[in-house]
C-alpha cells in the first residue's frame, strides 16, 4: 500500500521537491516550548534524530504509539490501524526471531498488547 501524501510539489534545482502549498489539514508545526515539553518524554539517545518542525502531540487513547507511525511515514494520524495491522503481520511472520529475543512469554505478552490495541 502506498502512503498518502499531501500538498502541493515541484522539482526545483538539483532534484529537490519542496511543497508549495501547505496541508492545511495537518496540525501546525510545534513550537519550541511544545518542543521541550513533548523532548522530555524521548530518550536524549534519539533527540538527534528529531526535528522539532515535524514534531506532533497524538491523542493518548491506546492508539498513541501507532498513529506517530503513520505521520512519519506519510499517511495521516487516523489511518493508525494501517500500522497496527501491518505490527500483527510482521509479527506473526517473524514469530521466531522474536520468540528467541524475547521469548516465548514475552513475544505471548507484545503479541497479545499489539493485537488487542
Known amino acids: ?23 492545511l489539514n495537518e496540525e501546525p508545526p510545534a513550537s519550541e516550548d511544545q518542543f521541550e515539553n513533548l523532548s522530555r518524554q524521548i530518550p536524549k539517545v534519539f533527540h538527534p534524530y528529531i526535528l522539532n ?20 511515514l506519510g499517511l495521516t494520524k487516523d489511518d493508525w490501524p494501517i500500522i497496527r495491522s501491518d505490527l500483527v503481520l510482521h509479527l506473526e511472520s517473524h514469530q521466531e526471531q522474536y520468540r528467541w529475543i524475547f521469548g516465548t512469554r514475552g513475544y505471548n505478552n507484545i503479541y497479545r498488547i499489539v493485537r488487542s490495541a
Not at 493518548?60 to 501507532?66: L, Q
Open 1 to 23: 500500500m502506498q502512503p498518502k501524501r499531501h500538498g502541493s510539489s515541484s522539482n526545483s534545482q538539483g532534484g529537490r521537491t519542496h511543497n508549495l502549498i501547505p496541508d
Open 53 to 72: 518542525i515535524s514534531l506532533q502531540d497524538v491523542e493518548p487513547d491506546g492508539n498513541c504509539g501507532f498513529r506517530p507511525v503513520a505521520l512519519g
